[in-house]
C-alpha cells in the first residue's frame, strides 16, 4: 500500500485531467470537421451522400462505444497497423462524434422552414451563398445548444477509453485506488473532477437554449 495524502491524488488526477481535456477536443473538433462535410454532401445531394450517411450514422449509432474502442485498438492490429491506445481512442470517439453531430445538425437545417431555401433559390443563390447567408445563420442558432450539449457526452464517454489502456481520468483513478486502497476517497475525486468538466458546459447549453427560446 502506498501512502498517499490527498493532495498527492489530487495532483496525480490533475495530470489526468489534461489528457480527457484533449481527447474530448480532438473527438469534438475532428468528428465536429466530418460531420459537418457529411452534411454538405447530404445538402448538396452528392450521388450516393445519403445512403452512404445514413448507413454511417445508424454504424455508429447503433453499436456501443466499447465495442468501437476495442475495434479500433485491436481490429487495426489485423491489417498490420499497430496504433497506441491513444491513437485508437482519439480515432474511435471522433467518429462515434461525427455520426451524431452530424444527424444533429441535419435537424437544425431541416428546422429551417422551406420558403427559406425557395426564397434564396429565387435570388439566385448558390449553395454555399445559400448556406452562408441564409441558411447557415438560421439553423446555426438552432444548433449550438444541442451541439455544446453533446459536447458533455463526449467528456464522459472518455472514460471508456481506459478499457484498451488509455491513461486518462478514469484510468488514472483506477491505478490509483489500486495503490492506495482508497476507492472511495478516489473515485470521489474522480467524480468531482468530471462534474467540474461537465457542468459548466451544461450550464452554458441551458443559458443558450434559454436564450434562443427568448429570442423566438
Not at 495524502?5 to 481527447?23: F, G, H, K, M
Not at 445514413?54 to 474502442?69: D, K, N, S, W
Not at 483506477?174 to 451544461?202: D, E, G, H, K, Q
Not at 450550464?203 to 427560446?213: I, P, S
Request: positive net charge.
Amino acid at each position: 500500500m502506498v501512502d498517499f495524502s490527498l493532495w498527492d491524488i489530487l495532483r496525480n488526477l490533475l495530470q489526468a485531467v489534461r489528457w480527457t481535456v484533449a481527447l474530448s477536443l480532438i473527438a469534438f473538433i475532428g468528428g465536429g470537421l466530418i460531420g459537418l462535410g457529411l452534411l454538405v454532401a447530404r445538402i448538396a445531394k452528392v450521388r450516393g451522400a445519403e445512403a452512404f450517411a445514413a448507413v454511417y450514422v445508424q454504424l455508429f449509432q447503433g453499436t456501443p462505444l466499447l465495442m468501437q474502442l476495442f475495434l479500433a485498438y485491436f481490429g487495426l492490429a489485423l491489417f498490420g497497423l499497430n496504433v497506441s491506445a491513444w491513437t485508437a481512442a482519439a480515432f474511435a470517439l471522433t467518429l462515434y462524434s461525427s455520426a451524431y453531430l452530424t444527424e444533429i445538425w441535419r435537424g437544425c437545417v431541416n428546422a429551417v422552414p422551406k420558403g427559406q431555401w425557395e426564397a434564396s433559390s429565387a435570388l439566385a443563390l448558390t449553395l454555399r451563398e445559400q448556406l452562408r447567408y441564409v441558411i447557415g445563420p438560421q439553423a446555426l442558432k438552432v444548433a449550438v445548444p444541442p451541439t455544446v450539449g453533446f459536447s458533455v457526452q463526449i467528456i464522459k464517454g472518455t472514460a471508456l477509453a481506459s478499457v484498451i489502456g488509455f491513461v486518462e481520468l478514469t484510468k488514472a483513478g483506477t491505478m490509483i485506488a489500486n495503490a492506495t486502497f482508497r476507492p472511495f476517497t478516489v473515485y470521489a475525486c474522480v467524480a468531482l473532477m468530471y462534474f467540474v468538466l461537465c457542468f459548466p458546459v451544461s450550464y452554458w447549453a441551458r443559458t443558450l437554449e434559454r436564450k434562443l427560446h427568448g429570442h423566438r
